[in-house]
């Protein structure tokens, strides 16, 4: 942390009102601003240049009153424990303790879906998002395959990733590398066709490195219309940061 009156430098990280608060230097910007990005829980101070990062700080400074209300806005962090019923691509699933390793128990005509593991606090959150994990890998894998055999293009190498400013990038083929797709893991926390959607987004730039109309349309192609999908992950992305947090 950089305190106030220091040469501040892109990316220096400020305490305000109990938020961290994020110098950014962009030279498109025309003033001083700030921002809430609901992913990562911070506030991101705004500055046309270098030079003016120090106003940006003052200017983060004198708005805490706005900072501390953009921060109540958020949804509490969800700890893991069990007995909770969560929802895994949209069905509802149970967490339960159990003393044998952790275990993913499909849904079946008695109940929801269960994740069983042994452990307590911590042990106990940290064996249930590697559950998650697998399953989330599971399914993101087979959608990846669906939408790449309508593209007619190759499978590319998948992995997963908790990135807090993206759902899913996507690597093209290099000279030899194969393509390579990275989806976060949290999206198994949203329903199934805001994953699916995400999951034909990547996709589709294995055609088109660009969010051009061609790039759309390939989209559009999988899925229809994502604009719900979108709209989605922009209003309910913190609620799925804060899982576990």
């Known amino acids: 942390m950089s305190l106030f009156g220091s040469a501040f430098a892109d990316g220096d990280r400020l305490e305000v009102a ?24 911070e506030v991101v101070a705004t500055a046309p240049s270098k030079r003016r990062l ?26 893991i424990a069990p007995g909770q019923t969560i929802e895994l691509f949209g069905e509802p699933v149970r967490l339960e303790a159990a003393t044998h390793p952790a275990r993913y128990i499909p849904a079946t005509e008695a109940g929801p879906a269960r994740i069983a593991v042994r452990g307590e606090g911590q042990t106990y959150a940290n064996a249930v998002i590697r559950t998650i994990k697998r399953e989330a890998l599971r399914v993101l894998t087979e959608r990846t ?3 790449c055999d309508r593209l007619g293009v190759k499978l590319p190498a998948i992995a997963l990733a908790d990135a807090k400013g993206r759902w899913g990038s996507c ?23 805001v994953a699916d959607y995400v999951a ?15 790039f759309w349309a390939h ?27």
């Open 54 to 79: 120090a106003e940006a700080a003052a200017f983060a400074r004198d708005r805490s009153d706005w900072i501390a209300a953009r921060l109540a806005e958020l949804p509490a962090a969800v700890s």
């Open 219 to 245: 989209v559009k192609s999988l899925v229809g219309d994502h604009r719900g999908h979108r709209a989605w992950l922009r209003a309910e992305g913190s609620r799925l940061h804060a899982f576990g947090g």
């Open 18 to 41: 109990g938020a961290v608060v994020r110098l950014k230097v962009h030279a498109r910007a025309r003033r001083v601003s700030l921002r809430l990005d609901r992913a990562k829980r």
């Open 145 to 147: 395959a669906f939408h």
């Open 171 to 193: 690597r093209p083929a290099l000279p030899g590398k194969p393509a390579a797709i990275r989806y976060s893991w949290r999206l198994a926390l949203a329903p199934f066709e």
């Open 200 to 214: 034909a987004h990547e996709c589709a730039h294995l055609l088109e490195l660009n969010h051009g109309p061609r």
